[in-house]
């Protein structure tokens, strides 16, 4: 028997229940869990994500040169247009560096806490340049 039986991301933001809602939609996800400090979201294939009230929190302030992408979320899409859109359209942000060596098929984005995420056609096979 494992002993470990799921695994959970847990992004901290000052307000927990803003930022579900906003993966909730993108991720076409639903609540599974719910308290004053966090709320647990689980998408159709069983990915799991958790919003955690900190009230310090402050912004990751990526793609800043003398910060490093510690972590980030990044999902799989069809299509890249569509996406970008719903993500606009429920707060988040592009947060194109500007890079022109960088695939095209792959955007970033901030949510509306802050929290890097990327999305891109297809599962990368390379490991990260620079």
């Known amino acids: 028997m494992a002993l470990v039986t ?3 991301v ?7 229940e803003k930022l579900a809602a906003f993966y909730k939609e993108l991720l076409e996800a639903e609540e599974v869990g719910a308290n004053a400090n966090r709320v647990e979201i689980r998408a159709a294939d069983g990915f799991r994500l958790a919003l955690r009230r ?7 302030s ?5 910060n490093s992408l510690q972590a980030h979320l990044e999902f799989v899409v069809e299509d890249l247009d569509a996406v970008e859109r719903l993500i606009v359209s ?3 942000r592009p947060t ?13 984005y901030a949510d509306p806490a802050g929290h890097s995420f990327t999305v891109r056609r297809g599962i990368p096979t390379a490991p990260k340049q620079g």
């Open 96 to 108: 194109e560096t500007g890079d022109p060596a960088r695939p095209t098929d792959v955007r970033s």
């Open 62 to 66: 990526w793609p800043r040169p003398e």
């Open 54 to 60: 900190d009230v310090n929190v402050t912004a990751p």
């Open 6 to 8: 799921t695994g959970v």
């Open 10 to 16: 847990v992004l901290d933001c000052a307000e927990p």
């Open 90 to 92: 429920l707060g988040g």
